[in-house]
């Protein structure tokens, strides 16, 4: 079971490296990490480099995408070639996902037209501009196209997919052996909760930014 996990410069870290940890423990995966060229991709905050195994042309057909999402994403909306790789992968693929902004680029390769789709909550009206239907929820599945919302969504994205592939015990004991059973210590994780100030500072990019 080949898993193509997309990445490109300014991508979110957690945003890909979550889904792995869950994915890459399915029986058979076989995960590559793939961008436009082959070499090193610097992450978001500058710190993180990953490295694409493989340009998008090399991996024509896997059965599974993963497309990150970041701050990048927006240089990402413009980019044909990555467009028409999604639309050629959508073609073989069992399963179709994204984590956080990754589904803008669902979107607008026209793969999300009619659907209901997530993403980070500070961009989620951009997925209309697409065709797509917005939902808040953290984990939308619409036929084989799944969608996270922001960033650590992309981990329960990966144990909902887990399941559906390989049934709900082996998802159980993949996020037993991972140990995900999250307390934070804030309840802080979603815009409804948050304090109004620090969603509009995120909002409007003046802490944190997607574009």
């Given at each position: 079971m080949q898993i193509a996990?997309?990445?490109?410069d300014r991508f979110t870290a957690l945003d890909v490296v979550g889904p792995y940890e869950?994915?890459?423990r399915l029986p058979e995966a076989r995960i590559t990490f793939v961008a436009e060229r082959a070499g090193p991709v610097r992450a978001d905050t500058?710190?993180?480099t990953l490295t694409a195994d493989r340009a998008l042309d090399e991996l024509p057909d896997p059965d599974i995408v993963v497309v990150s999402g970041g701050p990048g994403t927006q240089e990402q909306l413009g980019n044909e070639a990555l467009r028409a790789w999604l639309r050629a992968a959508d073609a073989h693929a069992t399963w179709i996902t994204s984590v956080c902004s990754g589904s803008l680029l669902l979107a607008a390769a026209g793969l999300l037209k009619g659907r209901r789709a997530t993403t980070h909550w500070a961009v989620l009206d951009m997925l209309r501009h697409f065709g797509a239907e917005?939902?808040?929820e953290r984990v939308v599945v619409d036929g084989r196209y799944v969608t996270a919302a922001g960033v650590s969504a992309g981990i329960d994205m990966a144990l909902a997919l887990a399941g559906r592939i390989a049934g709900d015990e082996h998802a159980q004991a993949v996020q037993l052996f991972t140990e995900y059973d999250p307390r934070p210590?804030?309840?802080t994780g979603s815009p409804h909760k948050a304090p109004a100030h620090l969603v509009e500072e995120i909002r409007t990019g003046r802490r944190f930014?997607?574009?």
């Open positions: 996990m997309v990445v490109y869950i994915l890459s500058g710190f993180l917005p939902t808040e210590p804030y309840d930014s997607l574009t």
